[in-house]
């Protein structure tokens, strides 16, 4: 089973920061947290990972809470072709197995 | 250039027939994975390999067996179709250690008909 929680869909308008939530209340300290997400029709993409601090990379921002339990993907400024199932996702270092939830399925509005 | 490639995109058969899917890498990667995306859109590990060694198989029906002839290259081979086996196959691969993430191929589409 996923050990994180998230919103089942969102939306945002186009141009607008997308911030997307999810809930990992029973990380333990050894577990990085993992995003990927999904455009119809194509395989997961990796967007970004972090272990504690604050991430960012050319795709997102990433932002962990203090106690780990929860964080948020930020997608700085959304377009129609952001689209997409946001997969939250914790995962051991070293462990191959990738546990996906049901993710949120972010509608970018025109 | 493409870094995970499967064919083929679609494959559409019949029950009790076998099929293979292939699927290379040009990554350099060490590791490499079939996941199995269903109707509902849950997306479940199958299979990984880590240098042509099987590590991860979890408990897929033994009419379904991967085969690795090099690090590159991992192929799925499924014998007598089954209706229930109608889903997106997806491979994928990564570095061998650490926390590198994994990087998907496409997607088969196999339809079972």
């Known amino acids: 089973d996923a050990k994180t929680t998230q919103p089942p869909s969102m939306d945002c308008a186009e141009g607008r920061a997308a911030n997307l939530p999810c809930n990992h209340s029973?990380?333990?300290?050894?577990?990085?947290v993992y995003w990927y997400r999904q455009i119809h029709s194509q395989g997961p993409q990796y967007i970004i990972h972090g272990l504690k601090n604050n991430e960012t990379n050319e795709m997102a921002s990433l932002i962990i809470t203090e106690d780990r339990k929860s964080s948020t993907l930020i997608l700085p400024h959304a377009t129609l072709r952001d689209t997409a199932v946001y997969y939250c996702i914790v995962r051991v270092a070293g462990d191959d197995k990738i546990i996906f939830g049901k993710g949120t399925r972010l509608h970018i509005l025109p | 250039d493409t870094a995970v490639s499967q064919t083929p995109k679609y494959l559409v058969t019949q029950m009790g027939n076998d099929k293979s899917i292939k699927c290379e890498q040009n990554?350099?990667?060490?590791?490499m994975y079939w996941y199995k995306q269903d109707s509902k859109k849950f997306l479940k590990i199958m299979f990984s390999y880590n240098n042509k060694e099987l590590i991860i198989n979890e408990t897929v029906p033994n009419r379904f067996s991967p085969k690795s002839p090099d690090k590159a290259h991992l192929n799925l081979h499924i014998n007598s179709l089954e209706l229930g086996d109608s889903a997106v196959y997806f491979c994928a691969s990564s570095q061998e250690t650490g926390v590198q993430p994994q990087h998907f191929g496409d997607g088969t589409r196999l339809s079972i008909l």
């Open positions: 029973t990380i333990s300290g050894n577990e990085y």
């Open positions: 990554l350099g990667h060490d590791t």
